[in-house]
């Protein structure tokens, strides 16, 4: 991408920037606490020290980094009612503040290194929510439940408090949505209503997690609830099983103090992170797949000993033990490749920040991604064309000042992104502008054809060249290169894109995409016509079939025709590809795959290589279009789908194909 | 109790589906050839972003040639893509122009020598005025229960 936006350019200001702010914050710090104990005030030090926390709220958000968001954010809110009070920030207040410097100075570091930016402390966020700022004692420690830190608000562990404080019992409980259950009408809602009627309800989160047969949707509740009921009660009101309702141990939280650790020794906070480069995790996957093969060879020969009458009980429970460990294995991986929402976001604040023009056009970003969290090779494919939706809401959508306050509207226009995953393992991101629409009629005389509906109107955006034959599309609210965005989504992720507009308020893209999906190096060619695939990795060599004398040999009538030829020194047998898979062929197969089975060289006879690409490959999941060698399928980039063939698999086939007699 | 119902053309015959089953329709030019699928599989179409196998009803239905033996699709060809419980397929049908409003209570099983033959395909038929005679066709089955479960 030619026109992405370089962090570094700005990383170094930001920095230089903070660490000077940082600096005067402690300063100021250490002033109030002298003057508190000689019982003085500093108004004028407080708000100094308000504007600082202010500016490094307002930088760090710029740059993306929400932890020091957060952490200034909260101590500028307690500076604030201080300012109120007259200027009076008790001792407790200071602590915390020096802490708060502390640590956002700790993540400017971070930053600095490269390193990824701790989380921002629950335990201190919490304390200056609560903090009593004119006081010199620390508020009521927090509660914390394990497994649900950081995703409870401060309402919501003064429940749990309560509910311990009482002697109450605490659980978790999951609720997997599967077509079982809906089937029998349980939904999250009335599981919500039946584990409510038990108890305590006090949050339902949902998480993703690749489909398995835990979670058949990809979607698994969780619930937390404070309840007298028995375990087994519980479990049927979630319609789960008892070994599935855990026990929460929760702790109260130490407030947090300043210990500060030594500099050399500052460990991230919260989550531990280790980077990998996702080529490794590709390596691990290759891996796992070979490993999958080699499970199957090894059913086949458990399945042969077991006909040859050989006791294979225990071999069997083993490979099936072995199939759960693979599975979990898979999981494991699929998980470590998911990458949060809001990393991947990160550059887009840049990019708007370096579109707004102060004065002339005004842009505030909203992100609201909550936890989401997406596979890497899917959120790199997809940051482009969100780059693109975001230029354009701003190049294009959003009007300068002057024509937003002609309009009524705010002086700076909104983007909003929104996150959300749906069902069947999908994240949905709303792009949302409140500019000034998209003129359907504009479009609909430019495009030659009346537009009546907003599938038609983004078919026609999205046409490429559409927007580049004349630039006064520019006015009509949507810029160049939407058949990128759609080509992203829908070709290369097979997802999904919709639009929604209104002139003069503005234009929603909402972008539907997979959390996973399985990326192959495949080479395409012809046969019979029709274009195939398969995997780069199964395919041994490409040939030349016309360099070869090819020898028939016999074959019983009906069996499938199979020549050999001569290739340094061994024969190959060469499969007739078209013939085999019954497509009728009239072209002279002139290319041979060559693939290996058992050992054995197969060669595969088709008419010619198209190419080689990366692509998205989608099961198919249909009875109807399920068929031994077809491994999936898909899209070339020409909206049809093209089969990925498996042509080891088709090699097995080979000595079981008899001809068709024409009935 | 009535229902809404799309209506289609296979063969000169007519037929309807409840619109409950039916997702959307979408207009068609061709399908991906799946070797080694039942005869009766025009394909693999791509509807939105999710892979669709289209059911030829010409072919399903008997009526040759389907347009899995021509490949000649005609301007009005039309898939009206089913949902099932979990699963989605196409129907591939001459022609389905009408929506209508039909009352199920004057649904009647189909004539005996017509069941044996349609091998259960139509579950019912119904008439509406003038004359107009319509088939009802059991999607499940259309769209390969028994495949489903072999």
Not at chain 1, 387 to 401: G, Q, T
Request: aromatic residues 4%; contains cysteine; proline residues 6%.
């Amino acid at each position: 991408m030619g026109d992405q936006v370089d962090l570094k350019e700005f990383v170094g200001g930001f920095i230089a920037e903070s660490d000077q702010l940082t600096a005067s914050a402690t300063a100021g710090l250490l002033e109030i606490e002298q003057a508190n104990a000689r019982n003085e005030l500093r108004p004028k030090t407080v708000r100094d020290l308000f504007r600082a926390l202010h500016t490094l709220k307002g930088l760090a958000g710029m740059m993306g980094i929400e932890p020091i968001v957060e952490l200034a954010h909260a101590f500028e809110t307690v500076l604030r009612s201080a300012d109120q009070a007259g200027g009076r920030l008790g001792a407790r207040g200071v602590e915390l503040g020096l802490i708060t410097v502390r640590g956002i100075a700790e993540r400017v570091r971070a930053v600095a290194d490269d390193r990824p930016v701790p989380r921002a402390p629950d335990g201190l966020l919490d304390e200056l929510a609560r903090v009593d700022i004119t006081g010199t004692s620390a508020a009521p420690a927090p509660y914390v439940a394990h497994g649900w830190d950081g995703r409870l608000a401060p309402g919501e562990r003064t429940q749990l408090a309560a509910a311990l404080a009482a002697n109450k019992k605490i659980y978790t409980l999951t609720f997997a949505p599967s077509d079982a259950t809906s089937s029998k009408g349980v939904t999250i809602a009335t599981v919500r209503s039946a584990v409510a009627a038990l108890g305590e309800l006090i949050k339902v989160a949902p998480r993703s997690q690749p489909a398995s047969a835990d979670a058949p949707a990809g979607l698994l509740f969780e619930l937390l609830v404070v309840s007298d009921a028995s375990v087994e009660q519980l479990a049927e009101a979630a319609s789960s099983t008892p070994g599935r309702v855990m026990p929460v141990v929760g702790e109260a939280v130490a407030p947090a103090s300043l210990e500060l650790p030594a500099d050399d020794e500052i460990a991230p906070i919260g989550r531990s992170v280790v980077r990998v480069d996702l080529g490794r995790l590709d390596e691990l996957q290759d891996a796992l797949s070979a490993l999958v093969v080699s499970r199957f060879r090894l059913e086949r020969q458990v399945a042969a000993l077991a006909a040859a009458g050989v006791d294979v009980r225990g071999l069997r429970e083993t490979c099936e033990q072995q199939g759960r460990q693979l599975r979990e294995l898979r999981r494991g991986i699929l998980r470590a490749r998911m990458v949060r929402v809001a990393d991947v976001l990160e550059p887009l604040s840049l990019i708007v920040r370096s579109l707004t023009k102060p004065g002339v056009k005004e842009v505030r970003l909203e992100l609201d991604v909550r936890d989401s969290e997406l596979d890497k090779a899917v959120a790199d494919r997809l940051l482009p064309a969100l780059v693109h939706l975001v230029r354009n809401a701003i190049d294009h959508a959003i009007e300068p000042i002057v024509d937003r306050e002609k309009a009524g509207k705010p002086r700076a226009g909104t983007l909003r992104i929104e996150c959300r995953e749906g069902a069947g393992n999908e994240l949905e991101i709303a792009i949302r502008d409140d500019g000034r629409g998209i003129d359907r009629d504009a479009i609909g005389r430019r495009a030659g054809k009346p537009i009546l509906d907003t599938a038609t109107l983004l078919d026609v955006i999205a046409t490429p060249g559409f927007s580049t034959r004349d630039s006064a599309t520019e006015t009509s609210g949507r810029g160049f290169g939407m058949d990128i965005v759609r080509r992203i989504v829908v070709s290369d992720l097979g997802g999904e894109l919709a639009l929604d507009t209104a002139v003069g308020r503005g234009t929603t893209f909402t972008l539907t995409v997979p959390l996973t999906i399985a990326i192959i190096d495949v080479f395409s060619f012809e046969c019979a016509q029709q274009a195939f695939v398969v995997p780069v990795a199964t395919v041994e060599e490409i040939f030349e079939l016309g360099d070869h004398n090819a020898v028939t040999g016999p074959s019983a009538k009906g069996r499938l025709p199979i020549a050999l030829i001569e290739r340094r020194g061994k024969p190959v047998q060469i499969i007739p590809l078209g013939t085999l898979l019954r497509i009728p062929c009239e072209v002279t197969a002139k290319k041979a795959l060559v693939v290996r089975r058992n050992g054995e060289a197969l060669a595969f006879a088709v008419d010619r290589m198209l190419g080689r690409h990366e692509v998205v490959v989608r099961p198919i999941d249909d009875v109807l279009a399920r068929v031994p060698g077809v491994a999936g399928a898909t899209d070339l980039g020409d909206g049809r789908p093209t089969l990925l063939l498996d042509l080891v698999e088709l090699g097995a086939g080979v000595s079981n194909w008899r001809e068709v007699q024409p009935s | 109790m009535t229902g809404l119902h799309v209506a289609f053309k296979v063969g000169g015959a007519e037929y309807v589906v409840s619109a409950d089953q039916v997702l959307h329709l979408e207009s068609f030019t061709e399908a991906t050839h799946i070797p080694g699928a039942p005869a009766f599989v025009a394909g693999l179409v791509q509807v939105r972003g999710k892979l669709v196998p289209v059911v030829d009803l010409r072919s399903r239905f008997g009526i040759t040639p389907g347009w899995s033996a021509t490949r000649e699709h005609q301007l009005d060809n039309r898939v009206i893509v089913v949902s099932v419980g979990s699963r989605v397929a196409g129907l591939l049908v001459d022609s389905a122009r009408d929506v209508l409003r039909l009352d199920e209570s004057t649904f009647q099983p189909p004539p005996d020598l017509v069941g044996v033959q349609a091998a259960g395909f139509v579950k019912a038929v119904t008439t509406i005025p003038p004359s107009r005679l319509l088939l009802v066709v059991d999607v499940p089955r259309v769209i390969g229960e028994e495949v489903a479960h072999a």
